[in-house]
């Protein structure tokens, strides 16, 4: 069973750019997350979507967006890049309540 | 508010040794906890699940209500433990629409 897959794995943009992420969760899951990882604030959650819905979001300003397929797969796209949102950005999918949430190997983002 | 306190960022032990890495949270609902692991180069796993009371690797969690507790121990820690550890809060009962807090992490050296 194929896991979380995210591409690409590394992207260097320019400030003000915009920049969008895939994610292709774990077969059959529906549910897909997305956190963004750095040193100084650690794990947040920045969103969650479920069959083409989003159901939950963090606190990030309006610049971060994401939409699912109908196929489950993920993009979240981050428009007007700052050179603060230089992160780790990292995928979840969840096959059912109870279960854990399996991560991606994620997409390194490095704002210049 | 939810939120998951790692006090130790570093953590070392001698092969052999036992091991118990503290988490502690606070949450007014009802929580269901985890622990994450990193090792080196790899991807976010799920190691437990306080609902599951399974014992991975040799390692252990129990969830204390009273003292807001899910420590993970390992009676005697092998040097392939070293790695970044995090636990993990959501909200039980599946209603968490994929958010989970994270701890800050801790570092677990298992030195020879």
């Known amino acids: 069973k194929a896991g979380v897959t995210q591409t690409p794995r590394y992207l260097i943009k320019t400030r003000g750019q915009q920049v969008t992420l895939s994610c292709s969760p774990i077969?059959?899951?529906?549910?897909v997350s997305w956190y963004q990882q750095t040193p100084g604030q650690g794990l947040q959650f920045l969103f969650e979507?479920?069959?083409?819905?989003?159901?939950n979001k963090g606190n990030f300003p309006g610049r971060f967006s994401g939409r699912q397929f109908s196929n489950s797969r993920s993009e979240m796209n981050v428009s007007t890049l700052e050179l603060g949102d230089s992160a780790l950005y990292l995928c979840?999918?969840?096959?059912?309540?109870?279960?854990?949430?399996?991560f991606g190997s994620g997409t390194r983002l490095t704002v210049v | 508010a939810q939120r998951v306190t790692q006090p130790e960022k570093l953590l070392s032990v001698f092969k052999g040794a036992p091991v118990e890495l503290k988490c502690n949270y606070s949450?007014?609902?009802?929580?269901?906890l985890f622990w994450y692991v990193q090792y080196s180069r790899q991807r976010l796993q799920l190691l437990l699940r306080h609902i599951s009371r399974e014992s991975i690797k040799g390692f252990t969690a129990d969830l204390n209500k009273g003292e807001t507790s899910f420590h993970l121990k390992k009676p005697f820690a092998q040097e392939e433990d070293s790695a970044m550890y995090y636990c993990a809060l959501t909200r039980a009962g599946g209603t968490s629409y994929g958010k989970l807090t994270f701890g800050q992490g801790t570092i677990l050296t298992v030195h020879p």
């Open positions: 979507y479920f069959s083409e819905t989003q159901r």
């Open positions: 949450y007014s609902g009802s929580p269901e």
């Open positions: 979840a999918s969840m096959g059912g309540t109870g279960h854990g949430y399996t």
């Open positions: 077969s059959g899951h529906r549910s």
